[in-house]
């Protein structure tokens, strides 16, 4: 996985990336794209020792952590097929915050700490209509760290959440050669009323997921 990209790139994307080999042919990929994430699957398996290269095209313009040049990323193929699916992620949700803003808006959350595998998928309220075998539909939460919050902080993930409110959460995992964990059994949550604890800057306007977008190579069961 190579970079991440902010919520909006997929729907403008009218030069999507392309997979080229060493000698900069295109090699024949399927592109896929779930809930801001964007993959890039071969056609046909890739060779072993080989170098390639991904062109981020339009996606690069919302590009926030960049490999290389910021225009390209390079990789070489130096393992054999994984098969394998990841470990459950094994993730805890603190207690609850809660934020005034200057606009006296009071947002409460939860972070969230613990361990995974590639890429962590949130499922809040079982609500999730991911297909992680055809890699679409949607999840609530996808990241490639535990830099987020459950609830509303300056990036909202449940961002209705208040006092007394409960709701579900399920964890599960891509591994980077896009193998699922499968998901963890739904948890409930519950929003504490902590009082406010601090105060910060203006509030962003409520999303339904946090604004990742993940720009991978992803050989599926293929090597």
Do not use: K
């Not at 306007?205 to 946090?210: A, D, R």
């Amino acid at each position: 996985m190579d970079a991440v990209l902010d919520g909006e790139a997929l729907s403008d994307c009218d030069q999507p990336p392309r997979l080229l080999d060493a000698m900069g042919a295109e090699v024949a990929t399927s592109p896929r794209s779930f809930s801001f994430a964007y993959a890039l699957v071969p056609d046909e398996p890739l060779v072993m020792g080989a170098s390639y290269t991904i062109e981020h095209n339009c996606l690069g313009s919302r590009l926030l952590l960049v490999g290389d040049d910021g225009e390209t990323s390079s990789f070489t193929v130096n393992t054999p097929a994984d098969a394998d699916p990841p470990a459950l992620p094994d993730i805890a949700v603190g207690d609850t915050m809660a934020q005034e803003f200057e606009n006296e808006f009071v947002g409460y959350s939860m972070d969230v700490e613990g361990q995974f595998e590639g890429i962590l998928l949130v499922d809040i309220g079982q609500e999730t209509t991911l297909d992680p075998e055809a890699l679409e539909g949607e999840v609530g939460v996808v990241s490639v760290d535990t830099d987020f919050v459950i609830g509303h902080a300056c990036v909202p993930t449940w961002a209705d959440a208040q006092p007394g409110d409960s709701t579900t959460l399920a964890f599960a995992s891509f591994d980077l050669a896009g193998n699922f964990s499968g998901w963890t059994e739904p948890e409930p949550v519950t929003v504490e009323d902590q009082g406010c604890q601090c105060r910060a800057g203006s509030s962003r306007p409520p999303v339904g997921t946090l604004a990742l977008l993940l720009l991978g190579l992803w050989v599926r069961r293929r090597g």
